[in-house]
């Protein structure tokens, strides 16, 4: 059952208000729901009114009050059909449905956690709860009456502004709670439950008091003033940067312990996965808070982009998710550093967007068709939807850029938009046809361009000739020319920037060169002398380039360029070569021969203190294995690419060990743990160093010395880390494991790092390791987190423990990702994307994963979710 975006029409009736009542119970729980609706005045006069359901139970059914007949109506699991409804005048259906949040294993529609009861809707988890019009495009105002125990849930949460409570007869209590923004049901929540509380408030520009609150599990309230502190930040910005504010008079957060995702944007009423809420120096690393800083806002900024202006159908989805991703990405450039920000941005983007974007499972930004919307929920939907976002306003430049938004959302509030649309309001403010640009939320495939320059010494001219493609991907063989902005500087010998006198052969402004031809040479005049050319600065659009420059243009880059995501690009594109070389020579069974100019490039950039200290340890993390792979692109042996990698670092490690000791000793510092960008940049730096001094000594010493002396989280885990995947099954290792364990029995969200340090220690025992962690007491095979700790990062980012050529790591995943499907599909299906790259591998592994995947699509009962995946992995 396919969905296609062609087939959009909107609904025969108009839903005009929502009256939820829920009386609460863990088994049994009654929902009442009354919809007024009117039948459209294009609407045929006969259409009977459909409303989706899943797995739902009838107990009743009534029209304006009164019980229908039998045959008015058609009740299933998954749909309600009431005909012989008025031609147009409003009418009343009171809907009574009975479900059991205890068993929603599937975390969508109502369920519990840690005996809160919650509720997950987006995309189609409301019509778990009662039959509905479930889309995007059927926006309403909604009031909900919450009766429950009192005792055991003295909160009652739901959207918008709390009406009023009072007692309920034996024992219980009700609250009811207003949303005076029309809305759809995706963003509908409730919370119900006994939880600790965290508050302040914020007063917006305008001068009205908003109530924030978050509610935490009692006792953890302390690790929640962070995110308290990230959501009033946040407000601001968002005045400040966008001038959106906010709209209710309260807005609240609560975290939770089982969530399939991050966190959900619900009206008012945020839901979030308690891992990006939760923080203390003593239990959350640097990446943690930056992660709850980002999550946070974007969750925030979705009251504007996504609530207000929500999505037509979910065809849509970038149109909420890519503009949100690209406001809470230019949020933490300007909490953080930018260019540190944009080098981890771009590094996730081509780890996770661009595997995707070239395997079985690439899809549009906007894609037309889907099987299951839960795994349209992807990097290329938001990552590349936030860098087709940042394209937009590379091309119309800041102004026009800020005038389109603000037109966007003049236009477009209240509205379930389209892609189309919000392109609209900024080809209209900038008077440019965006037909071209808009081939990027159409076309599949991340295209290639291929560089290369000629210098004219005589003429004083320098010509860049550029060409793109993009590869097949699936149901799109042909693919057009695309517009594609991209940034550029011509670098002197010296390092200086040249600004030519003038240019032609296509739209070229200061800094930008607009590629829109299949093959297109543009020629820079007046000229000096032989330019270096730095292409795509501070990545102006996500592409992969075929440009081979020399070491020495490289060198000067990595030295010279002012932007600093250019200098680390340049370090990226000396390192690669040599390490992919590095594997030829591990599998040809020959010594690894290493590199000056690398070695050079990167030491000068470590040892210098001008620079950030995160931008060098940026720079000090190279390449990745998956990196070192994608840029090999098939045959892949992840053993060669590890051994390989392995003695790179190592000679590198050797080469600058002074430099790497000095480092340890002048980032070290007495002062208390701060999260802050700066403090966490130096905790960066000082534990990259380490690293390569461990490696370098091939000594866990110092990694247990620090180990011992850590007294914050980002400095524990990291030695613990060092210590385990260097230097595996040691005492020093052993104890510091143990000591972890211990240390933290009490806390699940911290030994999640315990669990997925030790699903990555590379090498075939990780087989065996993580066999062993299954069964250990505190893991919990229903709780995703858990899962994706351990198993996850197992299959996610452990290449020579999961990919083991005997295949025996794909044989356990399969049956543990058969396990998971019965209980919690979404999950099941996002753990199953780890195999998509498995045509890459050599041979031998490649058919022992085919095997794996063939028992998975060969059971029974598969989930849609799972079903899904599986036959666009096997087949494309
Ligand atoms: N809208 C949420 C966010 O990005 C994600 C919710 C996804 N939920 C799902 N079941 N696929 O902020
Ligand atoms: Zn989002």
């Known amino acids: ?61 009534l029209f304006d009050q009164i019980e229908i007949d039998s045959e008015r109506y058609t009740a299933t699991p998954d749909s309600l059909t009431i005909r012989d409804l008025p031609a147009s005048e409003p009418f009343e259906i009171t809907i009574t449905t009975l479900i059991n949040p205890e068993a929603n294993t599937q975390l969508m529609g109502l369920y519990r956690s840690n005996g809160i009861y919650c509720t997950q809707c987006e995309a189609e988890g ?32 739901s959207n918008g502004n709390f009406l009023g409570g009072a007692g309920y007869g034996e024992g219980k209590h009700f609250a009811a709670w207003f949303d005076p923004h029309p809305k759809p049901s995706y963003l509908f929540a409730l919370v119900a439950g006994d939880l600790g509380l965290v508050e302040d408030t914020f007063t917006t520009v305008s001068g009205r008091e908003v109530a924030l609150k978050i509610y935490v599990e009692h006792g953890k309230e302390p690790r929640a003033t962070y995110a308290m502190d990230a959501l009033k930040r946040s407000m601001t910005w968002d005045e400040e940067t966008f001038g959106r504010e906010y ?45 709850i800083e980002a999550i946070i806002a974007h969750e925030y900024f979705h009251n504007w982009t996504g609530n207000r202006i929500t999505c037509r159908d979910w065809f849509q989805l970038c149109l909420k998710e890519g503009l949100t991703v690209y406001r809470d990405h230019e949020f933490s450039a300007d909490q953080r550093s930018r260019a540190v920000k944009r080098i981890g941005e771009v590094r996730h983007l081509r780890s996770e967007q661009f595997v995707e974007d070239s395997g079985p499972l690439a899809h549009p930004v906007r894609p037309s068709q889907y099987k299951e919307i839960n795994n349209f929920y992807t990097t290329t939907v938001y990552e590349k939807g936030s860098e087709v976002t940042r394209m937009i306003a590379s091309i119309l430049g800041k102004d026009l850029f800020k005038q389109g938004m603000d037109l966007y959302f003049e236009r477009h509030d209240g509205d379930a938009a389209t892609v189309e649309d919000f392109v609209q309001c900024f080809a ?22 291929t560089v290369s320059c000629d210098y004219d010494t005589n003429a004083q001219t320098f010509t860049v000739k550029l060409a793109q493609t993009i590869a097949a991907t699936p149901g799109q063989p042909d693919k057009k020319p695309m517009h594609i902005p991209l940034s550029f500087a011509l670098l002197a010998n010296d390092g200086a ?22 093959a297109q040479s543009f020629v820079f005049h007046g000229v000096p002398e ?54 030829k020579q591990v599998r ?61 670092i190592h000679d590198i490690a050797v080469a600058g060990l002074d430099i790497f000791k000095g480092l340890l000793a002048q980032m070290a510092t007495d002062a208390a743990y701060t999260p802050d960008a700066k403090a966490a940049g130096q905790r960066a730096l000082k534990n990259a160093a380490l690293a390569y001094v461990v490696q370098a000594e091939n000594d866990p010493l110092k990694a247990a010395e620090a ?32 000591d972890f364990e211990s240390r933290f029995a009490n806390n699940a969200l911290v030994l999640d790092k315990w669990f997925s340090i030790q699903a990555t220690i590379p090498g075939e025992d990780g087989l065996v390791r993580i066999k062993t962690l299954m069964q250990s007491p505190k893991f919990n095979a229903a709780n995703p987190n858990r899962v994706r700790a351990l198993i996850g990062s197992f299959a996610f980012a452990n290449p020579t423990g999961f990919h083991r050529a005997d295949g025996a790591s794909y044989s356990v995943v399969t049956e543990e990702i058969l396990a998971i499907d019965k209980r919690n599909p979404q999950l099941a299906a996002r753990l199953l994307t780890s195999m998509r790259t498995w045509k890459l591998l050599e041979p031998q592994r490649a058919g022992k994963a085919r095997a794996a995947l063939t028992t998975i699509a060969n059971a029974n009962d598969l989930s849609n979710d799972v079903r899904d995946i599986i036959d666009r992995i096997l087949t494309a």
């Open 1 to 61: 059952q396919v969905t296609s975006l062609a087939d959009y029409r909107p609904t025969d009736f108009v839903l005009e208000r929502v009256d939820l009542t829920f009386e609460l119970d863990p088994t049994e729980t009654k929902v009442e729901a009354r919809l007024i609706f009117h039948r459209r005045e294009e609407a045929n006069p006969n259409a009977p009114l459909v409303l989706d359901g899943d797995e739902l139970v009838l107990s009743s059914v």
């Open 126 to 157: 409301f019509r778990r709860i009662t039959y509905f019009p479930d889309r995007p495009d059927v926006l309403a105002v909604y009031t909900v009456n919450i009766i429950a125990d009192k005792a055991a849930n003295p909160l009652l949460l």
């Open 247 to 291: 709209d209710l008079d309260i807005f609240m957060i609560v975290a939770v312990s089982d969530f399939n995702m991050g966190a959900m944007e619900n009206k008012g009423l945020n839901i979030f996965n308690d891992k990006y809420v939760l923080a203390d120096p003593e239990t959350a690393t640097d990446a943690d808070y930056a992660n």
């Open 428 to 449: 209209d403010v900038s008077n440019r046809n965006l037909s071209q640009f808009s081939l990027w939320y159409h076309q599949a495939g991340t295209p290639h361009v």
């Open 497 to 518: 920037m040249i600004a030519p006198a003038s240019a032609s052969g296509g739209e070229v402004s200061e800094n930008l060169l607009h590629l829109t031809e299949a």
């Open 530 to 583: 032989r330019p270096v050319l730095s292409l795509n600065r501070s990545f102006s659009a996500p592409v992969i380039l075929n440009f081979t420059q020399s070491s020495d243009d490289l060198a000067l880059i990595a030295r010279y360029e002012s932007d600093l995501f250019s200098r680390w690009q340049a370090l990226t594109d000396l390192a690669l070569p040599v390490l992919c070389e590095g594997v």
């Open 588 to 648: 040809a069974a020959q010594p690894v021969l290493f590199n000056d100019a690398l070695k050079r490039s990167l030491l000068a950039i470590v040892a210098d203190d001008t620079l950030e200290p995160a931008f060098r340890a940026q720079a000090l993390a190279l390449p990745s294995e998956a990196d070192i792979a994608r840029e090999l692109g098939g045959d892949i042996d992840p053993d060669a690419i590890y051994a390989a990698r392995k003695a790179i």
């Open 707 to 738: 180990y011992a002396k850590a007294n914050n989280m980002t400095d524990l885990s990291h030695s613990l880390s060092i210590l385990a995947h260097h230097f595996p099954g040691t005492t020093e290792t052993k104890a510091a494991l143990s």
